[in-house]
């Protein structure tokens, strides 16, 4: 049903185009220089006042469709399943895959009759949403349709319209920004601070902690096992691994970009430069193939032949890998923000007598430094944020140690590992999910300031 009310917005999307820029042509009778607004503005106002009530109701429509044929459905279910919000849950979700075609195995009458409460239920929500849509988009277009004439302003209405739905966009960029803050500073402050929650640290207990293992036992034949939620051995980790990542993709990144931007020929530039940029698009589970199958392996070898203790997962063979993994982020914006200096501080610099080193040296580089900072700021948080080249290449192992040969862990990986499957969000293991990401929200915004700081003082601004 989905593809049909598509197809009917487009065709009210073209029909209201086609039609209106006619009426405006027959309007003018060739006379366009009378008109305030050209026809292609006509047709597109009269397009948008047919699109936009068909997707406002399609999206209204949706939702209540949703909702209504979920409570239809729970409405066939036996009392002790609607009372019980868990098997609620799970009843729901079997009766939506028998509707779906995805159910296996035989189900029970009940589930089987709120299985044809729900089909109804959506059919009947998809057809009115379809219908209302279709009169709302006809009667957009019509009403747009009468406005046609000589003097109706349409390119300032279609403007404004324009102006609205950008500042809508934006609108909802800023709103999901500040409900991710939110929705993970309750659950951390619930994390601390609800007394319901059985077996939480304090504040103190969980920055300053160095066990960290937010396992309990499950059975009785597994023992005593101690529920710890410090946070230093995944700092120490997530640190280690970026200190190593920045040590391989810093210099590497930053002396390429010099190079493809100052000393390139253009010739080797058109194929270095889309070569170097390929390291981004490689999946990162491949890479941490990469790391876990070659590079943790050369690096034990190289390890025994010294006489050095190194584990089969290290911080230092994911440190690397992910080191190559953010070479593009820092050479390509690094050289971005080096072309983007002007030539005539290079020429400067050459009448004064410096040679091309000196001038990179002391006149580009000086001149390019924001943008620079800026690109070694998208590396880290890059590398900070990185799980799947961790968790194969330096494993789940939370170590308190600055040694690189050691197996080590991240927030990252062990935000992954704790929120796999369904999840009760009323127990201390789950909700340690979100007091990580706060934190590492914490650490990623002082590492910006650090690095806003370190560009006002050294920036040098040019007339």
Known sequence: MAGWYALTVVALLIAGYVLASQRARSVAGGNYAGMHSLPSYH????????????????????????????????????????????????????????????ATGDASPEIQSAASNYAAATSLGEWLTWLLGTLAGVGGLSWALSRVSM?????????????????????????????IVFSVVGETYRFFFDPAIKGKPTVFEFLLGTDWNPQAAMRADQGEIQTAYGFLPLLTGTLLITTIAILVAGPLGLFSAIYLAEYASPRVRSVAK???????????????????????????????????????ESALAAGVVMGMMIIPFISSLSDDVINA????????????????????????????????????????????????????????????TFNPLAAVTTITVQIKTILVGDQEFDSAKTLAAFALGFVLFFITLTLNYIALKVVQKYREQYD
């Open 43 to 102: 047709g597109f106002y009269t397009a948008s006042l047919a699109f936009l009530p068909a997707l406002f109701i399609f999206a209204v429509g949706s939702l209540l469709t949703g909702h209504f044929a979920a409570q239809s459905a729970i409405s066939a279910f036996p009392e002790n399943v609607q009372s019980d919000v868990l098997k609620q849950g799970a009843a729901l979700r079997e009766t939506i895959n028998i509707v779906r075609g995805g």
């Open 151 to 179: 003097n109706f302003r349409a390119r300032n209405r279609f403007e404004k319209l324009v102006h609205a739905a950008l500042w809508l966009c934006a609108t909802i960029a800023v709103l999901t920004t500040i409900g």
């Open 274 to 312: 889309p070569v170097l940029e390929i390291l981004a698009g490689i999946p990162t589970v491949v890479l941490g193939f990469f790391a876990a199958l070659t590079v943790a392996p050369y690096i034990r070898g190289w390890g025994e032949a010294f006489g050095l203790e190194v584990a089969s």
């Open 341 to 400: 200096v002007p030539q005539s501080l290079r020429d400067a610099a050459f009448a004064m007598g410096a040679t091309k080193s000196e001038s990179v040296r002391q006149v580009v580089l000086p001149a390019a430094l924001p943008g620079i900072v800026s690109a070694f700021m998208l590396a880290i948080s890059r590398a900070i944020g990185e799980t799947m080249i961790v968790v194969m290449a330096a494993g789940l192992a939370a170590n308190l």
